[in-house]
């Protein structure tokens, strides 16, 4: 079982952007396949972005293509989520959560293949 702990949400204006991150412990971050997910008052989890254990691979949620990315530092145990141009509509709790097993992509979008999941971070945009 690995231990995830995520940072660096907070208000900002729209437009604005944030970096979250998403520390590891436990377990080395190089055997799991991270994800990041949101989820708004009222609405169901939504797929945010995923990045493969190598690092090599990561694939992204329609509405946030282009404008999020999600990068890995194995070293330190630390998966962060770059957010630029952010709107009103990415108000939700951000959670990371870690999946071990294969990489694939279409996948990697379903909650269920996540083992382990951080208590989140609130991320709110101001119009």
């Known amino acids: 079982q690995v231990q995830l702990v995520e940072s660096g949400g907070g208000l900002v204006q729209a437009g604005g952007s944030l970096r979250l991150s998403c520390v590891a412990s436990?377990?080395?971050?190089?055997?799991?396949?991270m994800g990041w997910f949101r989820q708004a008052p009222g609405k169901e989890r939504e797929f945010v972005a995923a990045?493969?254990?190598?690092?090599?691979?990561?694939f992204y949620g329609d509405s946030v293509k282009g404008r999020f990315s999600i990068s890995s530092d194995n070293a330190q145990n630390t998966v962060y989520l770059k957010m630029d141009s952010l709107k009103p509509e990415d108000t939700a709790v951000y959670y990371c959560?870690?999946?071990?097993?294969?990489?694939?992509?279409?996948?990697?979008?379903?909650?269920?293949?996540?083992?382990?999941w951080g208590q989140g971070t609130q991320v709110t945009v101001s119009s």
């Open positions: 959560a870690a999946s071990g097993g294969w990489w694939d992509a279409p996948s990697m979008k379903d909650p269920r293949r996540y083992s382990d």
């Open positions: 436990g377990r080395t971050l190089s055997n799991y396949n």
């Open positions: 990045i493969s254990w190598s690092g090599s691979y990561t």
